[in-house]
């Protein structure tokens, strides 16, 4: 279904089934396995950095693409 964007463009609302879903939270939990394994030794100070220049990280370079981050709810 489109809907219109108040930026002008053509919006696209989609239904995830459940099978998506499913799909979606197993590709999600194996990433977050991954995470974890990655950092496993790490200190909560040093997990605590990475998220910090992680969200840096984000903001920045939506900045200069000129979006805003996070995004608005």
Do not use: Q
Request: hydrophobic content about 40%; proline content about 7%.
């Amino acid at each position: 279904m489109c809907i219109p964007d108040p930026g002008g463009g053509i919006a696209r609302k989609f239904r995830i089934t459940a099978a998506g879903e499913r799909r979606l939270d197993e590709h999600r939990d194996g990433i977050i396995r991954g995470l974890d394994k990655v950092m496993a030794d790490w200190t909560p100070d040093d997990v605590a950095a990475f998220a910090a220049y992680l969200k840096r990280f984000n903001t920045d370079i939506e900045r200069l693409s000129g979006r805003a981050w996070p995004r608005p709810g």
